[in-house]
């Protein structure tokens, strides 16, 4: 029988999963490479940089956002359907 610091760390192995299977083509900030959190938003600037709200704030003068996506929960989009009238 194992002993307890023979098992492997369930954390550290649910973590790796999830890592490995988010997609290669997420969204994440040109300039600082951090993936934005669930709500925030992504600013394409006219360079076609894709910059997080925090490095956003450095943009210089001269360059312009010229959209921006909120972040979603989940990479898929969800069904939405309309619902039955009562």
């Given at each position: 029988?194992?002993?307890?610091?023979?098992?492997?760390?369930?954390?550290?192995?649910?973590?790796?999963?999830?890592?490995?299977?988010?997609s290669k083509e997420r969204a994440c900030?040109?300039?600082?490479?951090?993936?934005?959190?669930v709500g925030e938003r992504l600013h394409e600037t006219d360079g076609g940089r894709q910059l997080c709200e925090?490095?956003?704030?450095?943009?210089p003068a001269d360059r312009h956002v010229v959209s921006v996506?909120?972040?979603?929960?989940?990479?898929?989009?969800l069904a939405?359907?309309?619902r039955a009238a009562a």
């Open positions: 029988m194992p002993k307890w610091g023979d098992m492997p760390d369930m954390a550290s192995i649910i973590v790796r999963r999830c890592v490995g299977n988010l900030c040109s300039k600082c490479h951090r993936t934005p959190l925090l490095c956003v704030l450095d943009l996506r909120r972040m979603h929960a989940s990479e898929r989009h939405v359907e309309r």
